[in-house]
């Protein structure tokens, strides 16, 4: 006696048939559609509205390597770098500070970063640049003694307003760093006979570099255009220069579309170096690294070549 299975079968030998083949309809995204639609036609408008203006655009590349730009250009590479020093070290000796369980310590630096994080950084410039109105001398005793007004030149103007200013904020990122690292880490290291200092270098510094590194370089290019604020306590800088350009050629316009043109070529720039450190610090955390922009170009390239669905 046959089972149902057996009658419905096919004649002995005959190859059984396979599954039907799915067939599978995209989903179509008509949102997207009209999103990317109605981005074109706001970009066409503005990019039609400023070709209407007497915009002068030869200007912009007769002056873009300018000696007084790339004078101008030096000078803010140089107070960044110079800012941000001062408020890395300031920042991490005030997380230090904040963390001790001496409260006058862990006062004084919540009083300081209360302070400079509740103000604005153009305030406090104009607040160091003109103290020689209330302040005639500087005196330190038999250390060192001036007037004011050759004491505080606009170079140490803006390295204070911005470099005390800054410190303020990496005290707050370096805090989190430390913090974010389980104690149990630093109690097993004590435990094996590590100091104080080794323990910090080897096993919470490294862990804390993780989440102390994202924002610092945010902090850093947030540093690079701040520092245009300083031409208003008369220090050059890229800024500065691209004013007075405009203002002597008679297009001022064109030397502000300039000086943002070479704002975003140094931002680019450090945002790169930004991507690399942040993939350093990210060994260990993760099973494989991130890809660099090379690596994902070349990737793309080499997908470019293969059939979809399968390989080349």
């Known amino acids: 006696m ?8 096919g004649p002995k030998g005959s190859p059984s048939a396979g599954p039907e083949a799915i067939k599978a309809i995209p989903v179509r995204h008509y949102g997207r559609y009209v999103t990317a639609v109605i981005a074109i036609a706001i970009l066409v408008a503005i990019i039609y509205a400023f070709s209407q203006g007497k915009i002068n655009w030869h200007a912009v590349p007769d002056y873009f390597f300018d000696h007084r730009i790339l004078t101008g250009v030096y000078k803010t590479l140089l107070l960044t770098v110079l800012s941000m020093l001062i408020g890395i070290v300031g920042g991490i000796i005030l997380a230090v500070m904040r963390l001790s369980k001496n409260p006058v310590t862990s006062s004084i630096a919540w ?13 406090q410039l104009f607040l160091w640049f003109n103290l020689g109105l209330v302040f005639e001398y500087v005196n ?9 007004s050759d004491f505080m030149t606009p170079l140490l103007t803006a390295l204070l307003g ?16 430390l913090l974010a690292v389980d104690e149990g880490q630093s109690e097993a290291a004590h ?13 919470v510094i490294p862990q804390a570099m993780r989440v102390i590194v994202p924002p610092t370089g945010n902090e850093v290019i947030n540093m690079l255009k701040t520092t245009s604020l300083v031409a208003a306590v008369q220090y050059p800088e890229l800024f500065r220069y691209a004013q007075d350009i405009g203002q002597n050629s ?6 502000y579309f300039l000086a943002a043109a070479w704002y975003l070529i140094m931002t680019s720039v450090l945002s790169v170096g930004q991507y690399y450190i942040e993939r350093y610090y990210a060994r260990g955390s993760s099973r494989a690294l991130p890809p660099t922009p090379l690596q994902k170009v070349r990737a793309n390239l080499l997908s470019l070549g293969r059939p979809k669905g399968g390989t080349a």
Do not use: H, Q
């Open 140 to 148: 330190l005793g038999p250390i060192y003694k001036n007037y004011w």
């Open 250 to 255: 008679g297009a001022p316009v064109e030397m």
């Open 111 to 123: 009083f300081y970063i209360w302070f400079f994080r509740g103000t604005p950084v153009l305030v």
């Open 162 to 177: 911005l470099g005390l200013n800054e410190a303020a904020y990496m005290a707050e990122i370096c805090r989190a760093g």
């Open 2 to 9: 046959t089972s149902d299975i057996d009658r419905t079968a």
């Open 191 to 203: 435990a094996l006979g590590m100091s104080y200092g080794k323990t910090l270098r080897r096993i």
